[in-house]
């Protein structure tokens, strides 16, 4: 693999994360217009904007923020790509919700749900790679598996239970799609964390921080 100047793995860093986190956006909308069912967090920011009347990214971004806030005690630290995912990801999602035409035909449904889970590994495997910082979400649930030395897989299990049951009681949709969500998201995402790693700097060494431990991947 032929090695980049440092300002170029910079570029192509920078370029990887903004994309990434434009087309987790883009892929959660796809989600919601298939109307069978949502990731973990988006099940609750559904279920915020149906209460609250807000678009459903300017919820997510909402939250974003008031999970960032909760890092402060669980001293974590954002990076570049921790801040930028509060606001491109809402963004995209409403952006492409306004795009996107309406979907009734259970086939379009389906198309558009699979197309979404696929995006969503591509934007995983994009952001992450690009070694900017953990999404406000994603450093909740490491922070948490630190502070209490509870294991990754238990402190995810319980966030997404807790978001998952009161998104759902707020209105938000459940459905096959949140499983098929949960049960692709993993492989997909360590398929594309290979395909978008970043090339060797000129020095021999790698682009990618080690900072973010594969099995953390949640949501940006």
Request: proline letters at 5%; glycine letters at 14%; aromatic letters at 6%.
């Amino acid at each position: 693999m032929s090695s980049l100047s440092a300002p170029d793995r910079l570029g192509r860093r920078l370029v990887q994360l903004y994309t990434g986190l434009a087309l987790y956006g883009a892929s959660s909308a796809l989600l919601v217009e298939s109307g069978l069912g949502l990731e973990p967090w988006n099940v609750l920011h559904q279920g915020l904007a149906e209460l609250t009347g807000l678009t459903i990214g300017v919820v997510s971004i909402f939250v974003g923020a008031a999970v960032l806030l909760l890092w402060i005690p669980l001293r974590q630290r954002p990076g570049l790509g921790t801040v930028s995912n509060v606001f491109v990801v809402g963004l995209a999602m409403d952006g492409t919700l306004a795009l996107v035409p309406g979907t009734h035909g259970l086939t379009a449904r389906v198309a558009l749900l699979v197309a979404g889970i696929v995006l969503n590994g591509v934007a995983t495997g994009l952001y992450i790679a690009a070694s900017f910082g953990p999404g406000p979400r994603d450093g909740l649930m490491t922070g948490l598996h630190r502070r209490t030395g509870r294991s990754i897989r238990l402190v995810r299990t319980a966030i997404e239970l807790a978001v998952v049951a009161t998104g759902f009681a707020l209105g938000g949709t459940v459905g096959i799609g949140t499983v098929l969500y949960a049960v692709a998201i993993g492989p997909l995402a360590q398929l594309f964390l290979r395909v978008f790693a970043a090339p060797a700097a000129s020095d021999g060494s790698t682009a990618v921080a080690t900072g973010q431990p594969e099995e953390a991947i949640l949501r940006p």
